[in-house]
C-alpha cells in the first residue's frame, strides 16, 4: 500500500471532530506539565475544543490549519493576528496559539510543517512578528521553535493559593 504525502491544508467544519481529539491531547499533555497551572480535560474537552476551533475557522485573522495524510488528520495549528497587548507590553503580532501532532506521529517533520505554514499565513496577514508560548517542561516544542529562528522573551511564573489546593 502506498502512503500519500501529507498535505498542509486549511480546515473546514468537517474537522471539527478531529481538532477536538487533537485539543483535548493538548489540554491533557498540559495538565500532565502542570496539573495545578493548567486545566484538567473532561468528558466534554474533546467536543469543546473541536466546537470552539469550528468557531474561529471563518475569522479573517484566524488561521486554522491540518496536516493531513490519507484522509487523516494528524496535527493542526491555530493561529491569529492580534492588535496591541498592553498585558504583555507588545504591539500587534501574530499569535500560534497551538501547535498539535498526534502523539503516534511526532518526529516525523509534521510540526515543523504545520509551523511554517503557520508563519507564512501570518506574513501574508502582516504581522509584523509571531509569539508563542510553550509549557516549560515542552523541551521538544521549544527545540522546534528555536530551530524556526524563535527566542525565549518571557517567563510565566505561577503561584497558587495556598488554601485553593484542596480545591
Not at 3 to 15: K, L
Not at 151 to 156: K, L, P
Request: hydrophobic letters at 45%; zero cysteines.
Amino acid at each position: 500500500m502506498t502512503t500519500s504525502p501529507i498535505a498542509v491544508r486549511r480546515a473546514g467544519p468537517q474537522d471539527a471532530p478531529a481538532l477536538g481529539r487533537l485539543g483535548a491531547l493538548l489540554v491533557s499533555l498540559h495538565h500532565g506539565y502542570d496539573a495545578e497551572r493548567f486545566i484538567a480535560p473532561t468528558p466534554g474537552t474533546e467536543r469543546g475544543y473541536g466546537a470552539f476551533l469550528a468557531s474561529e475557522i471563518e475569522r479573517k485573522d484566524a488561521i486554522i490549519l491540518v496536516a493531513e495524510q490519507d484522509g487523516e488528520v494528524l496535527g493542526y495549528v491555530y493561529a491569529a493576528i492580534e492588535g496591541h497587548d498592553w498585558m504583555a507590553l507588545r504591539g500587534p503580532a501574530g499569535v500560534i496559539h497551538d501547535l498539535m501532532v498526534d502523539p503516534a506521529r511526532r518526529n516525523g517533520g509534521i510540526g515543523g510543517m504545520l509551523l511554517v505554514a503557520a508563519l507564512n499565513a501570518l506574513t501574508a496577514l502582516g504581522a509584523p512578528r509571531v509569539i508563542l508560548s510553550t509549557a516549560m517542561r515542552n523541551e521538544g516544542a521549544q527545540r522546534l521553535f528555536a530551530n524556526a529562528g524563535f527566542r525565549a522573551t518571557m517567563v510565566e511564573m505561577t503561584r497558587e493559593r495556598p488554601d485553593a489546593r484542596s480545591e
